[in-house]
């Protein structure tokens, strides 16, 4: 009974990290038609900037989720919040394009040192319920995610651009809390416990990694689909007239549709047996909504946008938890593949979507995304035909 009690506590402090450090990460989101108009930025560089922001807290998750594996994850959830708070709440009052770049990649290289442990605190901790736990870990990060961008708009909106340093002030408190009340079990590392890790990459079987690959495209699928959504979809509804304050608002219900997705797909993983269905589910009822955006008016195209997100989004706390299924004995480094190095490649391929959106709008980039999402889909089929090895 105290062992499932201090489990529950574990589990909520992972996921408080999460949604302080998901604060800042959707900072950027928030500023995007601010920094458009301050530096005259072409959809190009607008790309840019969701670019970067997904490669520095992403694509470096896989050696901070080996690192997390090795050591102490207490260190990387506290490092995360305190180091993110400080750069990226600094980043609007930046007098230049390359610097906030540059506080952008700090900000959000610090980001991806929380996400491994903290998705696989689920694994660790969650007992029999460990897709339940995976998706409430991810919600409160969703939850984090969905509240930064209106959070740094109503600061700038209310006291001006100059005062967005204030926003750090949840993240030093974050980190000063976890420092004192976090308690994972402290990990050994040694030259030996590196040799095994080695041998054990000669000796893996391929048909697990057969499966992490086919998780892993669902996964950046989803990455680019939402990716384009947050970056593109600002532009547009404040384009057609919607405030920027408004846009918070649906910024925020956009992605809260996802965490409450994936609350739904988390706990209905732990009483499916072929959970990649409802991946699959996801990726192809989330297309027809981002489809709709563009070709309905009044409020409907918010309202498709906000599904697509519930739809969309809804599949990453179950990407983990398959990952997780193939890998069990590495969950950090499992989660960073289908988290971190997802959104971290979706993120590169996002520097040439902005490119193409320059060249062909929004709207026709967006169908063509929409298509390589049904795709894949369709693709995850295989998925089921893949043999399972049973561990000697």
Not at 137 to 154: D, E, K, V
Not at 309 to 316: E, K, M, R
């Amino acid at each position: 009974m105290k062992s499932s009690r201090k489990n529950k506590t574990q589990i909520a402090l992972a996921m408080a990290g999460h949604m302080t450090t998901d604060l800042y990460a959707s900072f950027i989101v928030g500023i995007i038609p601010i920094l458009a108009v301050k530096f005259n930025l072409s959809l190009f560089l607008v790309g840019l900037l969701t670019s970067i922001t997904g490669i520095s807290n992403s694509l470096t998750q896989p050696v901070f989720g080996y690192l997390a594996d090795r050591y102490n994850p207490k260190y990387f959830l506290v490092l995360g919040p305190l180091l993110s708070a400080i750069f990226i709440s600094v980043m609007p009052v930046m007098p230049t394009y390359p610097l906030v770049i540059v506080f952008l990649f700090i900000g959000n290289l610090s980001i991806s040192l929380m996400h491994p442990p903290a998705a696989a605190a689920g694994g660790q901790f969650g007992g029999r319920m460990k897709g339940f736990s995976n998706s409430l870990i991810s919600f409160a990060g969703t939850f984090g995610y969905a509240m930064g961008s209106f959070f740094i708009i109503l600061i700038i909106e209310k006291l001006g651009i100059n005062f967005s340093p204030i926003a750090m002030i949840p993240g030093i408190i974050a980190a000063i809390f976890l420092f004192k009340f976090l308690n994972f079990p402290e990990k050994k590392s040694s030259a030996v416990q590196a040799k095994k890790i080695f041998r054990k990459i000669r000796t893996i079987d391929k048909y697990k990694v057969i499966r992490l690959a086919f998780v892993f495209s669902a996964s950046y699928s989803r990455d680019i689909f939402w990716l384009a959504l947050l970056t593109f979809m600002p532009l547009y509804f404040t384009g057609a007239g919607i405030r920027l304050i408004d846009m918070g608002t649906i910024l925020i219900l956009f992605t809260l549709a996802g965490g409450i997705g994936g609350l739904i797909s988390g706990y209905f993983s732990d009483k499916i047996k072929n959970k990649i269905i409802i991946i699959q589910l996801g990726l192809l009822f989330s297309s027809p909504f981002a489809f709709y955006i563009f070709r309905t008016s009044g409020a409907v195209p918010v309202l498709m946008f906000i599904c697509a997100g519930f739809f969309s989004i809804g599949t990453l706390p179950l990407c983990i938890r398959v990952s997780q299924d193939i890998f069990p004995a590495n969950m950090g480094l499992a989660s960073s593949m289908v988290m971190g190095l997802s959104v971290g490649t979706a993120s590169i391929t996002m520097i040439f979507i902005g490119k193409v959106a320059d060249n062909i709008g929004i709207q026709q980039t967006v169908f063509y995304i929409i298509i390589l999402n049904l795709v894949l889909s369709l693709l995850l089929t295989v998925y089921y035909f893949i043999p399972i090895r049973k561990e000697a």
